[in-house]
Each structure stands twice: as C-alpha cells, then as structure tokens.
C-alpha cells in the first residue's frame, strides 16, 4: 500500500488511527503544568504568598533597625553579618528561616497531603502518566515555587531596606558581600521543599512530617548529635548533621564567636555545609520516589 493511500485511510476512519507516544518533554511538560495549576487552586498557597510579601516589605522597613553603633565614635552602621540574617529572616537564631515555616509546608507537603486526603492520587497518575512522573513534578513544581517566592521576597527586602536607611540617613551597607551568603541561603530554600514532600511521600502522614521538620532542627538534631559523638570515633559527627550543615551554608559570619557557633552547630564552611544539606535532601527524596511508587492508589 502506498504513502498516499494510507494518507486516505486515516483520512476517513481517524478514530482508529492509534496516536503516537509523546516525547518525554511534552509529558514532563503536562505533568509540571498539572500539579502548578493544582497548587495554585490551593487558598493556602495564596495566603503564604501574600504573608511572605507582607513579610519582606516589614523586613525591609525594619533594616534600620538592625544598625549598631561604632564602637569609637560616628554614625550607625549595617554590617553585612546583621544584613544577611536580616534578609534571611534570622536562620541562625531561629535554627531555620522564617520563609522556611511559611513555604515549605504548603509549597513541599501540600501537594502530597492534599492527595492522600482527597484520594485524588489515581486521578494523578492517569491525568500524567506515571507514578514516577506525577512524583517529580510535584518536587519540581514546590522547588521552584519557593525559590520564585523567596527571590522576590529578597528583592522587596532590599529595595524596602535600601529605602529605609536612605530615608533614616544611614550609610547602605556592602550589599555586594551578602550576595554568596543569601545565594546560599536560595538553594537551602529550594531544597527545603523537596525535602518536606518527600519525606510526607514517605511516611504518608502531613502531620509527621511537619513534626518532624519543626522538632529535628529546633531540639532533636542537637539531642542526636550528643549522644552519637559518645561512640567513640564519632566525634564531630553533628557538624555533619543537615539543618547543622544548612545554617553553616547560610551564615555570613566568617569568624563567629562562641554564641554563633553554638547556634550554628556546626563548624563546616558554608560550600561543604551547603553540599551536605542538599546531598540529604536528594537522599530523602530518592526513599520518597521509592515509597511513592509502591502506593495503592486510594
């Protein structure tokens, strides 16, 4: 049979041509636009947004605030140490930023406790695909959120900042030396989602995984990292522990003292820190993927 007169089969019975597979971009494609829309229907997605906007406007006004007082004489100044944990929203004090707190639990665990509370996940995986696919773009989708969020909310801190010293009268600070710290401070945030969703994939439970990323960071990391270094040859493990290692990526500090240390928790240089934190994130999330994928689909 001919080109031409296949041509003309298909042309009269097209409801028995079988289409074509389509290429993996288009079904990453469809599936990264699923699960955007499917977020951005959620309220709670809007109201985080809208609070971290809040947010980081207030933080900018507030920068002024942060300036110290020269210790001889002059007016006072914003050191890039109180700018980076400014714009950071304080993760060394807090053990995790406050954009963490507003973000990662709905752009990271929402899509995946709105699912299982739902049983929308078979609708999912027939709308995408595959299991495999509906997975990834649920941790693409929250990790580029948060990193959309979190550039913008840097942005309005800093043009509200800049505005408010120069209204204040104070001198801006180095704004250039705060670039490799919040830059860190950007990845941390991109891959504090992926490490919520993946870990909520895993133990099928929001309320878990929540609590665990409130308590591990604030109380349980240190506790572990106490007893495991009395093993012997264990010493110096908790420098190794990841929201230890994220809070040392992000610190602007290049010496601290003794009080920034102990908040810090860890004595890794901000790169190593930085390749630890996301290293587990990926590590998570490949258990995630793991446990996903064996799921029954109510």
């Not at 110290?68 to 807090?94: A, H, R, Y």
């Not at 120069?166 to 941390?188: D, E, M, N």
């Not at 991109?190 to 919520?196: E, K």
Request: proline share 6%.
């Amino acid at each position: 049979m001919s080109t031409a007169q296949v041509d003309e089969v298909r042309a009269a019975s097209p409801e028995r041509v079988v289409p074509g597979t389509p290429l993996a971009g288009t079904t990453l494609n469809r599936a990264l636009s699923f699960e955007y829309m499917r977020l951005k229907g959620l309220r709670s997605t809007w109201v985080a947004i809208a609070t971290m906007a809040a947010l980081s406007l207030l933080n900018g006004v507030l920068l002024p605030t942060e300036a110290v007082e020269p210790k001889v004489s002059g007016q006072p100044s914003l050191e890039v140490t109180q700018l980076v944990d400014s714009l950071q929203f304080n993760p060394i004090g807090m053990q995790i930023p406050l954009s963490a707190w507003l973000l990662v639990f709905v752009l990271g665990s929402g899509p995946f406790a709105t699912e299982f509370r739902h049983r929308t996940a078979q609708t999912a995986w027939l709308t995408i695909g595959t299991r495999g696919l509906s997975y990834a773009a649920k941790l693409l989708v929250g990790a580029g959120g948060s990193l959309a969020i979190c550039v913008v909310g840097l942005a309005l801190s800093a043009i509200g900042g800049a505005t408010a010293l120069a209204v204040t009268g104070l001198a801006q600070p180095h704004w250039s030396g705060a670039c490799g710290p919040l830059l860190r401070y950007l990845i941390v945030m991109t891959f504090l989602p992926v490490l919520a969703g993946s870990l909520t994939a895993l133990i099928r439970s929001r309320l878990l995984s929540v609590l665990t990323l409130v308590l591990w960071p604030l109380l349980l990391e240190r506790v572990f990292g106490l007893v495991i270094q009395r093993i012997p040859g264990m010493a110096g493990v908790q420098d190794w522990l990841p929201f230890a290692a994220a809070r040392a990526a992000m610190s602007g500090v290049a010496n601290p003292d003794e009080l920034t240390r102990l908040l810090i928790g860890s004595d890794l240089a901000p790169l190593p820190g930085l390749g630890v934190f996301c290293s587990f994130s990926a590590l998570v999330a490949t258990c995630g993927w793991l446990a996903y994928r064996r799921q029954e689909a109510s």
